[in-house]
C-alpha cells in the first residue's frame, strides 16, 4: 500500500516569511497530490492539489510542487500570515483508490 | 463545492453502549464514502471504505463488528461504534469524493467522548 512521509512535524516562522512543507510517497502509480489544513476540531479543509502530469501549481500564495522521479512533493505558503497557523497534511491517492494521508505539520505564524 | 454534513457533532456515551453517526452528502450522490479516526494531534486513519448497496471494506486491524457500517443510500452512510470502550474516544470524520472521487470532501466530524 502507500505510504507518505511529511516533514517537518512542526514548524514555525516569523510573519511575512515562507514556509515549506515536504512530502514523500512509496508508490510511482500515485497520481493526485491534495494538501489540507485543518484548524483545532474542525474538518480538513483542501487548500491546493496537483496531479501527476503537472510539475507546479500555484494559487495566490499557496504553491505545490511534484517531483514524480523522487516521489515527493513540497507545499509552499509565501508572505505567511497569522491565519495561516493550523495543521496541514498532505496525501496521496492512487487512481479511484483511497487517500492516504501524511502525519501532518503544526505550523505556527509567529506575529 | 459539494456539502458534506455529519450528525451528531459531538457525542457523550457510556462504556458498553453503542453510538451511530451519520454521514450525509447534501448535494451529490456518492457511492462511496470514506470514514476516518483522528487521535488527539494525529493524522487521520482511514478506517473503512463504505460502498453503497454493498458490504464495506475495512481497513487492516479495524474490527468490523465494531464499527458497522451501513451505507443503504446514494447520500447517506452511517458508522455504529458498539459496544463503546472509552479508548474509542477520538474524532470521527467521513468523506465523500466527487467523480473520480480525486477531491474529497469532509464532513465535519463527531467528537465521541466514552465515558
Known amino acids: 500500500g502507500e505510504n507518505v512521509e511529511q516533514h517537518p512535524s512542526t514548524l514555525s516562522v516569523q510573519e511575512g516569511d515562507s514556509a515549506v512543507i515536504k512530502c514523500t510517497y512509496s508508490?510511482?502509480?500515485?497520481?493526485?497530490f491534495p494538501w489540507y489544513k485543518q484548524e483545532l476540531g474542525k474538518r480538513p479543509q483542501l487548500i491546493i492539489d496537483?496531479?501527476?502530469?503537472?510539475g507546479e501549481k500555484k494559487d495566490q500564495r499557496i504553491a505545490v510542487t511534484l517531483n514524480k522521479t523522487a516521489k515527493h512533493f513540497s507545499l509552499h505558503i509565501t508572505e505567511t500570515q497569522p491565519e495561516d497557523s493550523a495543521v496541514y497534511f498532505c496525501a496521496a491517492i492512487i487512481g479511484n483508490e483511497k487517500l492516504t494521508f501524511g502525519t501532518g505539520t503544526r505550523l505556527t505564524i509567529i506575529p | 463545492g459539494a456539502v458534506v454534513s455529519q450528525h451528531p457533532s459531538r457525542v457523550i456515551c457510556k462504556s458498553g453502549t453503542s453510538v451511530k453517526i451519520e454521514c450525509r452528502s447534501l448535494?451529490?450522490?456518492?457511492?462511496?464514502m470514506f470514514w476516518y479516526r483522528q487521535f488527539p494531534k494525529q493524522s487521520l486513519m482511514l478506517m473503512a471504505t463504505s460502498n453503497e448497496g454493498s458490504k464495506a471494506t475495512y481497513e487492516q486491524g479495524v474490527e468490523k463488528d465494531k464499527f458497522l457500517i451501513n451505507h443503504a443510500s446514494l447520500t447517506l452512510s452511517t458508522l455504529t461504534v458498539t459496544s463503546a470502550h472509552p479508548e474509542d474516544s477520538s474524532f470521527y470524520i467521513c468523506?465523500?469524493?466527487?467523480?473520480?472521487?480525486?477531491?474529497?470532501?469532509f464532513g465535519p466530524g463527531t467528537r465521541l467522548t466514552v465515558t
Open positions: 448535494d451529490f450522490q456518492a457511492t462511496t
Open positions: 508508490d510511482s502509480a500515485s497520481n493526485y
Open positions: 496537483i496531479r501527476s502530469n503537472v
Open positions: 468523506s465523500a469524493g466527487g467523480s473520480p472521487p480525486y477531491e474529497q470532501y
